[in-house]
């Protein structure tokens, strides 16, 4: 697994445009290990014993997710008929996947890794630091993890793509405006569950 990290104050950077041709390379070059959010040590919060089933939706891609979501069509883009959210109503928390199919050869890829890498580097500002991990999965489709620290909308968020055919994204959005420091543990669980996921993803 190769990673980079990229730590930032208020001064906003944007690695997306310049470094994207690296970045390309990595995600085409990323090595097999499977990618595991680093443990942290937070206050002893109880949350729901981990077990998974399969997606079971008509959609170009399928994955396991927690028992303990709801799997919601998204709302708020109907036109999108395989974008999804997955919403932990029990923990104030919607994981938000978008797909797109790649039809247009590597051009339109690197467009979607841009739309990306942007979307992920415009939450720079507030962020103290941002973790990125090129990851490889069993089934050998490639993506990027992108951990934010500090007070941000997002903390976490990964894409993946079979580099040919399909390329799904998701992110975390918590429905309160509460301090990250309080949710920390909240986190950490969904992060665990969201590896879970993109190392189950399998493209139709």
Avoid at 59 to 85: C, G, R
Avoid at 86 to 107: M, N, W
Avoid at 118 to 145: C, M, N, W
């Amino acid at each position: 697994m190769m990673r980079k990290k990229h730590r930032s104050g208020n001064a906003a950077r944007h690695p997306a445009m310049g470094g994207m041709a690296l970045l390309f390379l990595l995600i085409l070059v990323a090595c097999g290990e499977t990618y595991v959010p680093k443990p942290m040590g937070y206050n002893r919060i109880d949350l729901p014993e981990r077990e998974f089933e399969a997606l079971e939706m008509d959609l170009p891609y399928t994955f396991q997710h927690s028992t303990h979501l709801q799997v919601e069509p998204d709302s708020f883009n109907m036109a999108e008929k395989n974008w999804i959210n997955l919403h932990y109503s029990s923990l104030g928390a919607r994981v938000h996947l978008t797909y797109k199919p790649i039809t247009g050869g590597r051009q339109n890829l690197k467009s979607y890794l841009d739309d990306a890498l942007t979307l992920t580097f415009k939450h720079q500002i507030k962020a103290y630091g941002i973790d990125e991990s090129v990851v490889r999965t069993p089934t050998g489709y490639t993506g990027l993890v992108s951990e934010l620290s500090g007070e941000v909308p997002t903390q976490f968020q990964f894409f993946v793509t079979d580099s040919t055919a399909h390329f799904l994204r998701g992110a975390l959005y918590f429905e309160t405006a509460v301090k990250n420091d309080s949710l920390a543990p909240v986190i950490e669980y969904i992060k665990t569950d969201m590896m879970h996921l993109i190392n189950s993803v399998e493209f139709n």
